[in-house]
DNA sequence: TCCCATCTTTACGTTCGCGTAAACTTTCCC
DNA sequence: GGGAAAGTTTACGCGAACGTAAAGATGGGA
């Protein structure tokens, strides 16, 4: 794996279209480098679309994400803007430590419903056996 | 808390628009009974409102959910068909489980850099105050 | 040099999950 | 009995997150 990246092997790589990839660029969540009129993504890149595919994944909007990643840039951010990045990265933590929370009840809850649909389910095969 | 409820009750309990509860009927995650023309909602249709929402904070579609529900019905299924729900509502369920591991580390995560943040935002405060 | 593969922009199309009128019944209650 | 309130259906609209088709630029290799 080179350290600079064709939108292709990005896709290839992340399991993504060239559509998303423009589309996330479009919405400024990365900034691939151009050769002439070619993209080129680099660790950095690949780093933020780790952390974009992972924020999808818990359901957070592009906009949420956006916000967070601002978080990861070292550079140029003033105090307000740094402290208004910090409050809503705050909430998205909530969301995930409530999420989390959440989720260990609703597994519980599941496990027990299909278990309890394997029991009726076997009790009608054996229905048909015994029968 | 009486034993059936109307659209607006619904609406004041759960926090949802009428316009929401008529969608998931129009998609079969519902069925409230009818008086009339007007729509009343029993116990059971309650359990599966809040069902439907804890799906929704998970990121399920409302498709998925619509599956995931029919583990909780107790007639009519057959076996290919109870089968069947099962099948979906296991893989539901390691999309959970791989979900509850996934937040672990991404909330690890999210504090560390929260931590960062912080440490550079009172380190840009000091340097006003000390400059 | 020419051609094909790969990239690009532009722009309209699509699915999901509702929001939001518009136009009609139905019911409540005074 | 007569409104106003609350409910109903029908249907078009909308934002998010891309899909997809069209048309042009570019670069590499026989």
Chains 1, 2 share one sequence.
Not at 23 to 31: A, G, R
Not at 89 to 94: G, K, Q, S, T, W
């Amino acid at each position: 794996m080179s350290e600079i990246m064709t939108i292709r092997q990005m896709c290839a790589a992340f399991d993504v279209t060239p559509r998303a990839l423009r589309f996330y660029e479009s919405k400024e969540l990365i900034f691939p480098e151009r050769r002439g009129q070619h993209r080129l993504y680099d660790r950095r890149d690949r780093a933020r679309l780790t952390l974009i595919l992972r924020g999808k994944r818990f359901g957070f909007s592009l906009e949420q994400i956006r916000q967070l990643l601002e978080l990861y840039e070292p550079g140029g951010t003033n105090r307000t803007q740094l402290s208004a990045t910090l409050d809503t990265a705050r909430e998205r933590l909530n969301d995930m430590v409530r999420q989390h929370a959440e989720l260990e009840g609703a597994i519980v809850d599941l496990r027990q419903q299909i278990d309890e649909a394997e029991a009726r389910l076997s009790a009608l095969t054996s229905d048909k056996t015994t029968g």
